[in-house]
């Protein structure tokens, strides 16, 4: 699976970037048409749902947030969008502010990170675990850190299990409710206030 995966990663991306570029519409979703001024920062690659076929996603800043558009690869090699996420994560212009995609071939894991670690004296950063579960992207965990550069000893460090229900804080556990978290209805209303605090 992993060669597969290698061998069509360069299609996939050169497929996200003409895709990208027109009106797309994504089934049982809202219409997904990019505006004009968006910009593709960020695609990744991999076997969402383990179908022996490559899969994409790619993130586009529209303003100061992030567009997610998440593909899946049909029997006849085309992508086809699978999940049109509006402001999925908060995205600056400056590097260190700027959203970006990971993805792990093993068990065809999608990773969202979101930061700003350039602006202000609040730097912060996010990671979002998305797996394909029962035909449906859900966000499974969540890491958050943040420090106050003026009070670095103040800093805090998050790791939510949301299937589980278990979680840290600063490396004491704490429970959180477990429950389902589909990633299109993602929103930081599912962030423990206790990691912001």
């Known amino acids: 699976m992993k060669n597969i995966v290698k061998s069509t990663l360069l299609s996939s991306l050169l ?3 003409a895709v990208v570029c027109n009106t797309v519409m994504a089934k049982k979703t809202e219409p997904a048409t990019p505006p004009e001024d968006n910009a593709l920062i960020s695609v990744a690659a991999a076997d969402w749902n383990q179908d022996q076929l490559s899969d994409a996603a790619a993130l586009l800043r529209v ?11 049909n029997a006849n090699n085309d992508l086809e969008l699978k999940l049109y996420k509006k402001n999925v994560v908060w995205s600056g212009a400056l590097e260190g502010t700027k959203p970006y995609l990971k993805s792990q071939a093993k068990n065809g894991l999608l990773f ?3 930061e700003n670690d350039a602006i202000g004296r609040d730097r912060w950063h996010q990671r979002l675990t998305v797996d394909y579960k029962e035909n449906e992207f859900v966000v499974t965990g969540l890491n958050y850190d943040s420090v106050d550069t003026l009070k670095p000893d103040a800093s805090i460090s998050c790791e939510i299990d949301f299937v589980t229900g278990t979680a840290t804080k600063n490396k004491q556990p704490f429970k959180v409710e477990a429950r389902k978290v589909a990633l299109a209805d993602w929103s930081d209303s599912f962030v423990p206030k206790t990691c912001k605090e």
């Open 15 to 17: 497929l996200l970037q």
């Open 63 to 73: 303003a100061d947030s992030a567009d997610l558009y998440v593909y899946l690869r």
């Open 112 to 114: 969202i990170y979101a």
